[in-house]
């Protein structure tokens, strides 16, 4: 079987968020695969595993990536592809990602492709949904469980904590909710052979694409982070009084009741 | 500039969703003295035109079809992208619910348009309409305005305030035929967790649990209070990890983003993940022993003590005021 993750490198979680000169602040950060994606590749290596083939893992952005795209590998990806797009585009947006992937993807005859359902940076959820379309294959976001027989596929989608099952069939696009697997930690052996896997690094015109084809749709004019919180009130006093001052706060100050 | 702006509503159990009528408000802004056109796709749906209209909008397109009566993308896409062809909309708003994640990414594919997700304000600056929408997991904000094209977004439940109804308003409801053909994935079977009382997305009050709660049982007295202030149960992950709950009720990174009124985290300490689902909650209450908990960090109101005690004490004060309101 013919198998693709899309991953995205992100900030860590526990980052703080600092803003300079009107951007997010990268220097120093943490970065790892988004952990959704994380899911994307667990089960991209179990599928293969299972059933045979080939996975390869594509990332679409700069040559820092790279560190992501060997992880993935060291968990048991086949093969990595990094996208490259510092030198050619200033910006992208949604349309920007999926049309490039979409025009690296759409002669290689992918049975699967697996993606996170949404990156905890940017938090918009389209790219997987937008590739399917321009690959013309079907798809279902938030999965939270695949199970393939030939090319018939029977999947588990979240929906809002309510469960679908849905049957479909290959070539297909998924993305990954949180409980579609336990994606594995990297072992020794995996990263000693990852630096052996083959990575390659392709640029906007490798694909055939200048930066015109994929212009921004929209733009980000600011950046800021929210405004700090007034510190609390704890209340003090007898418990029982305590409870009745929060119910008046929250009725005459607060207004929410 | 004056715009049409077309709003798909979102039907769950015959009823349309409150974030339709929050998306006719978006799209009145967007559309700046235009029309705003409300869509209605699925098998029986045209009885709810009437409450489009009711909340602003100024006229309903309907598609109705046996093969719409549950949401697939492809059905769907059919469905709204026919509604496009027909009006040629100069924008088009859904909800940023699981079916508006779901499809309006397709459709930006198909237009070759951009999209604006998760959007918790909307404003018209300099010339632009201006989209906000947080980032990080809502630990920062970024303002987007489409620069080519389509004004396409999808917004995020309980955030930007719904017109007031007002069932003089009329306007005509007219119904477009199409094909739906051709559907590649096929619903099987719905497993229902999360229906139960109130829609957690929705919800104006949200009493949440974490691993203080200690068991299932221990989210008995949460459910009374909500029961009283008609509110939802969430949980933390901590919760759900230790089995007290489904993973449905889960608020955070990996769980539900929700930005209810009035959040009261009872046990809860406060992880940061957990902090991404629900720190732009209007106020917060926490409710925890540990006087360290970094709940008490971002919570507006806090009493130190013990659930068990707090909460049904808290049930009963409620009770009392919102009798006598």
């Given at each position: 079987m013919n198998i693709y993750v899309l991953l995205k490198r992100t900030f860590d979680t526990e980052e703080k968020i600092t803003i300079s000169s009107g951007k997010i602040n990268e220097d120093g950060a943490e970065f790892i695969i988004n952990p959704y994606d994380e899911y994307a590749v667990e089960e991209a290596i179990q599928v293969r595993d299972a059933h045979g083939g080939e996975v390869t893992v594509v990332s679409v952005g700069s040559e820092e990536g790279e560190k992501q795209l060997r992880t993935a590998l060291a968990m048991g990806a086949d093969k990595a592809v990094l996208i490259n797009t510092e030198d050619d585009l200033e910006e992208g947006d949604q349309f920007t990602t999926s049309k490039i992937l979409a025009e690296y993807l759409k002669d290689k005859e992918a049975d699967l492709i697996l993606a996170g359902n949404v990156a905890i940076d940017g938090g918009s959820g389209q790219v997987g949904p937008r590739v399917a379309d321009l690959l013309d294959i079907p798809y279902i976001t938030t999965i939270t469980k695949l199970e393939i027989d030939g090319t018939n596929v029977s999947?588990?989608?979240?929906?809002?904590?309510?469960?679908?099952?849905?049957?479909?069939?290959?070539?297909?696009?998924?993305?990954?909710?949180?409980?579609?697997?336990?994606?594995?930690?990297?072992?020794?052996?995996?990263?000693?052979?990852?630096?052996?896997?083959?990575?390659?690094?392709?640029?906007?015109?490798?694909?055939?694409?200048?930066?015109?084809?994929?212009?921004?749709?929209?733009?980000?004019?600011?950046?800021?982070?929210?405004?700090?919180?007034?510190?609390?009130?704890?209340?003090?006093?007898?418990?029982?009084?305590?409870?009745?001052?929060?119910?008046?706060?929250?009725?005459?100050?607060?207004?929410?009741? | 500039m004056s715009r049409k702006v077309l709003v798909l509503g979102e039907v769950r159990d015959q009823s349309l969703r409150n974030v339709t009528f929050e998306a006719i408000a978006a799209a009145k802004q967007a559309a700046e003295g235009g029309e705003v056109v409300g869509l209605l796709i699925g098998d029986s749906v045209s009885a709810l035109s009437g409450e489009l209209i009711h909340f602003g909008a100024d006229r309903v397109l309907t598609v109705e079809h046996d093969l719409l009566k549950q949401y697939t993308s492809d059905g769907f896409s059919q469905a709204l992208m026919a509604a496009v062809d027909a009006e040629s909309p100069d924008g088009i708003i859904l909800g940023h619910t699981a079916l508006g994640k779901d499809l309006a990414p397709k459709i930006a594919a198909k237009l070759q348009s951009g999209l604006i997700s998760d959007v918790t304000q909307i404003e018209e600056a300099g010339g632009n309409i201006v989209f906000t929408r947080p980032i990080y997991s809502g630990k920062a904000f970024e303002k987007k305005i489409v620069t080519d094209g389509l004004i396409f977004a999808t917004i995020r439940p309980n955030n930007i305030a719904p017109l007031e109804k007002d069932e003089t308003r009329s306007g005509e409801t007219s119904a477009l035929s199409v094909d739906i053909k051709d559907l590649r994935s096929i619903i099987k079977e719905v497993v229902r967790k999360a229906s139960e009382g109130v829609d957690l997305s929705e919800a104006k009050v949200v009493i949440a649990g974490g691993r203080g709660v200690k068991s299932e049982d221990g989210f008995e007295p949460l459910k009374e209070l909500a029961q009283v202030l008609n509110g939802a149960i969430g949980a933390s992950r901590g919760a759900c990890d230790a089995e007290y709950c489904d993973y449905s009720l889960q608020i955070g990174q990996t769980g539900k983003v929700v930005t209810p009124d009035l959040y009261i985290a009872c046990g809860i300490s406060g992880a940061i993940q957990h902090l991404a689902g629900m720190s732009n909650s209007k106020v917060i209450v926490a409710i925890n022993k540990d006087p360290e908990a970094n709940i008490f960090k971002v919570a507006d109101y806090g009493i130190v003590g013990d659930l068990f005690e707090v909460v049904p004490m808290l049930t009963e004060e409620f009770k009392k005021i919102l009798v006598n309101a």
């Open positions: 999947v588990v989608r979240d929906v809002e904590g309510d469960s679908e099952v849905i049957e479909t069939s290959l070539p297909l696009l998924v993305t990954a909710q949180q409980g579609l697997n336990e994606p594995r930690y990297p072992s020794l052996p995996g990263i000693m052979k990852a630096k052996k896997k083959p990575l390659d690094e392709l640029e906007l015109d490798d694909l055939d694409l200048d930066e015109d084809d994929v212009e921004p749709k929209t733009k980000t004019i600011e950046v800021y982070l929210p405004p700090k919180k007034e510190a609390g009130r704890i209340l003090e006093g007898e418990l029982q009084d305590q409870v009745k001052e929060l119910v008046q706060l929250l009725h005459n100050e607060a207004k929410v009741v | -």
